[in-house]
């Protein structure tokens, strides 16, 4: 054993103290001798479940949604720290625990989870008033106290001040005597003329903890005698464990397990040891033999071949204007075109993993937990516990794009099957291979869409028909609505906001084994990019400025629509000359409640052409911290650039051909334009920022791209094509 | 019984010979500012010092690490260079996710050691080793600008 390993043994130890003394503390213990109290130890206020105000005069502000990245645990904190006058710097963040009742997302009825980019926007006026109410106990603690009236009393950075009477308190030294004010029902969050931290470019809670390397992930847990899970996943999909060889395995030194698993959707095999590279090399010395009667033996060319198939028939119809077929019939010029999209995996850099402790009458799990409601009851099914004993630590997560959130709990039901298949009591951290996390499913669907255009003589647009086919991400859910129509299917192309006196937009809904599931932005990763290059096809075609055709065909009501895109087009200069060596593109995209343009700018090279900057316009109501919305823009159109350029995961006789970042190459330092984003100025509630990024970029990209090749884009990603950038 | 000369210290370890140095880091030194993202030194997330140069731990067995003054995220800071990119990383509110960035700043620091004024093709090739998903780079670039300034 090493002096570290020693050391680390003897903080094991105190950790247990640590846990025994503070019954309300959630106490974890962290290598290198750090024990982080998951929570204040001695709060001094506690006015409701989003405030804590402790004896040290920090105020903690407790987080009901997950911070993998999208800025949530800044701005949740903000919009609190604003209306209860907190000094930033004294201001800190926590995770919420599971409970459904007091942290709800409330865009989602009665689940508590982080998606649809609602974070902001579902939490800004329960926590506006959780800040209000708890700066008028303070308000009304220092007026007793004082003997003013509460009318006098002011509050600023964390300071509570009566100017008469020259006295002053910080929140930690009204805190007894606030917790002892009854909440009042009516406080009133601050008009918006008042804010000092909403719509400021406040710095994030966490650049220092994720610059120095002190963040903690999943993958960073480490608890007394732990042990660590390698798997063996399937070669395809449905296929089940029919037996293993694990003699090789269970002789490397360190091994403590070896075990077969089952969930409602994954069957595999576990190595488990006393770190990752000894369960990691064991791992690959197990031989598993698979029954692949139910297994999935399709290919993704078959699939492309049936969707086209499919997409000449006539679909479920997800919205109608007029008469479509008829006007199709009756148009002077008809324009089509057919839309590609492959299987796409998230890719987050942390590899999905996932730590499980499984008491007598209890389970603990550490995850980056977005789905605590989904996940606290698969868990508490399967161990046959009522749903409060599960205990879900959320802690940061290294990406997720919506992949921790599965609906079916998928890699933490795993985690917990293992350690129950290997009857410890220890904690086990299960833990993927970056192969294991792109070849384990859960993709983006695969997409084919055909559109057809209805030209009058004058050249104007008279219908529109949209025939969209693929796998439903929520069929098969607790999320799967009544009717034939998937709304995740269609949006993006349902609620085109252009307008066309006839319109019809069709769903052919398929199924297979693949499994699918939502991914930064769902439906309009594709609904985007085959609206707006269509409609770049249609501009094109008429010889009309792909701009003014948009202007055009929006109705006075789109009132966002026309601000973003007058905010890129001015900022932009999309009506000056243009450089002789540029190439410009345009999409426009609502998505979550926020409008989104961009302008690629794409220039021309001795080595090719070179996508040089992205001018992007947005309207997300008012943006609470217009620097994370800057953030959320440029990681948004990078992500959607990563598929555009070069995403597909490929399937062929059932197997899945990709692994890693060699074969599935995601977006590079060399390959990232330069960024402008500009801020529509909105009075209105908050709308999305994490996801709404996402869409345009690829359209506008293949737009510039149709201009440049004089060859429109109509499948992705462009790799595909034999189209590179430099 | 390996002795590793890690942020100035010696350290023993009884890891295998062939444990990848990321996971001697991890997984017997407490260590888990190194994080791995791939494991075949594809995304740079496991980027350490090693005699001062950017090096993928995820690949470097820790038997050929012993020799070497090894520099992590954990001490990297305690450097001049090292410590003037933290601060223009926080100062450009970098990470979003964060997973990715010790990577980065290792990689970044590295470079400043060498050149002290990179241009933009010195950051993008430097830099193009390390993956970031949430597609951060534009920050990074600037706060490579703003340390190497800094330190000017």
Not at chain 2, 26 to 34: E, F
Request: glycine share 8%; proline share 5%; charged share 20%.
């Amino acid at each position: 054993m090493s002096t570290v390993e020693k050391e680390t043994l003897l903080h094991a130890s105190r950790r247990d103290v640590l846990k025994a003394s503070a019954a309300l503390t959630v106490a974890f213990w962290l290598p290198q001798g750090r024990a982080i109290a998951n929570g204040t130890a001695h709060a001094a206020f506690e006015p409701n479940a989003f405030i804590r105000i402790g004896t040290d005069g920090i105020v903690t502000v407790v987080s009901k949604h997950i911070e993998m990245g999208q800025g949530a645990y800044t701005g949740l904190a903000t919009i609190v720290a604003e209306e209860l006058d907190a000094d930033w710097s004294r201001v800190r963040v926590e995770g919420a625990p599971a409970d459904t009742k007091t942290y709800a997302n409330l865009l989602f009825g009665s689940a508590m989870g982080t998606g649809g980019s609602s974070s902001i926007s579902n939490s800004f006026d329960q926590l506006r008033k959780a800040g209000a109410t708890a700066r008028a106990m303070l308000v009304s603690a220092a007026a007793q106290k004082w003997k003013v009236p509460a009318n006098e009393v002011t509050v600023s950075q964390g300071v509570v001040s009566h100017a008469a009477s020259k006295r002053s308190a910080t929140f930690d030294e009204l805190a007894a005597e606030a917790a002892k004010v009854p909440a009042p029902a009516d406080a009133k969050p601050k008009d918006a003329s008042a804010y000092t931290l909403i719509g400021k470019p406040v710095a994030r809670v966490d650049s220092r903890d994720k610059s120095t390397g002190r963040a903690t992930f999943t993958q960073d847990i480490h608890l007394p005698g732990m042990l660590t899970a390698a798997v063996v996943h399937p070669p395809r999909f449905g296929a089940k464990v029919k037996g293993f060889d694990a003699s090789q395995a269970k002789a490397v030194k360190g091994v403590k397990a070896v075990v077969a698993f089952e969930t409602d959707v994954r069957s595999g095999v576990a190595v488990l040891a006393t770190d990752f590279w000894t369960a990691k090399k064991a791992r690959d010395l197990v031989t598993v033999e698979w029954d692949e009667t139910a297994a999935y033996r399709g290919s993704t060319t078959e699939l492309f071949r049936e969707y086209r198939e499919l997409a000449k028939q006539p679909g479920e119809s997800a919205k109608k204007v007029g008469d479509a077929p008829a006007a199709l019939e009756s148009a002077a010029e008809v324009l089509e075109a057919t839309y590609e999209f492959p299987y796409l995996a998230h890719a987050s850099m942390e590899p999905l993993n996932c730590v499980v402790r499984i008491g007598a009458q209890d389970c603990e799990i550490w995850n980056g937990e977005q789905f605590q409601s989904i996940d606290q009851m698969v868990v508490a099914r399967m161990l046959n516990l009522p749903p409060s004993n599960v205990t879900l630590h959320m802690l940061y997560a290294g990406g997720s794009f919506g992949r921790r959130a599965n609906p079916h709990a998928d890699y933490v039901a795993e985690a917990v099957a293992i350690t129950k298949a290997a009857g410890v009591d220890v904690p086990v951290k299960m833990v993927w291979t970056r192969e294991e996390d792109t070849k384990a499913g859960y993709y983006r669907p695969l997409y084919v869409h055909t559109l057809k255009a209805g030209l009058d003589k004058s050249g104007r647009l008279i219908a529109w028909q949209h025939r969209i086919v693929g796998q439903s991400i929520m069929a098969g859910t607790l999320f799967a609505g009544p009717g034939a129509i998937d709304a995740t299917s269609v949006e993006g192309a349902s609620n085109l906001p252009y307008t066309v006196p006839n319109l019809s937009v069709e769903l052919h809904t398929t199924k297979n084994r693949v499994p699918v599931q939502w991914w930064r932005s769902v439906g309009s990763t594709h609904t985007a990019f085959s609206t707006e290059c269509f409609l770049d096809d249609i501009a094109r075609h008429t010889k009309q400025d792909p701009y003014a055709l948009r202007k055009a065909l929006l109705s006075a009501d789109h009132k966002r629509h026309h601000a973003t895109l007058d905010l890129v087009a001015e900022k932009s200069g999309w009506n000056r000359p243009r450089p002789e060596d540029e190439v410009w593109g345009l999409a426009l995209h609502e998505s979550f409640n926020s409008v989104v343009a961009q302008v690629a700018q794409l220039k021309r090279t001795a080595n090719g052409l070179k996508l040089a900057k992205v001018i992007c316009a947005v309207d997300c109501g008012l943006a609470v911290n217009p620097n994370i919305v800057a953030m959320q823009m440029e990681g948004g159109l990078g992500y959607g650039l990563a598929a555009a350029l070069s995403g597909a995961v490929t399937l062929k006789d059932g197997v899945v051909e990709q692994g890693n970042f060699d074969d599935y190459p995601v977006l590079r330092m060399n390959q990232m334009p330069a960024v402008d984003v500009h801020i529509v100025p909105s009075t209105a509630k908050p709308t999305g920022v994490g996801e709404p990024g996402t869409p345009p970029i690829a359209p506008a990209l293949a737009n510039a791209l149709a201009l440049a090749n004089g060859t429109p884009v109509r499948s992705l990603p462009l790799s595909a094509q034999g189209i590179t950038l430099v | 019984m390996l002795t590793l000369d890690i942020n100035g210290r010696k350290v023993e370890t009884d890891a295998e010979p062939d444990t990848p140095l990321l996971w001697v880091l991890r997984d017997h030194l407490g260590m888990t500012g190194s994080k791995y993202g791939c494991g075949k030194a594809l995304c740079g997330a496991c980027t350490v010092h090693v005699n001062g140069a950017a090096t993928r731990s995820c690949v470097l067995p820790v038997a050929a690490a012993a020799s070497m003054k090894i520099t992590t995220i954990e001490a990297v800071g305690d450097s001049p260079i090292g410590h003037a990119v933290q601060e223009a990383w926080i100062a450009e509110n970098v990470p979003q996710c964060g997973y990715c960035q010790s990577g980065q700043v290792m990689s970044a620091s590295a470079l400043l050691a060498t050149n002290k004024k990179p241009s933009d093709a010195d950051i993008d090739a430097a830099l193009s080793g390390n993956i970031c998903r949430c597609a951060t780079y534009v920050r990074i670039r600037s706060a490579i600008k703003r340390a190497a300034e800094s330190l000017a």
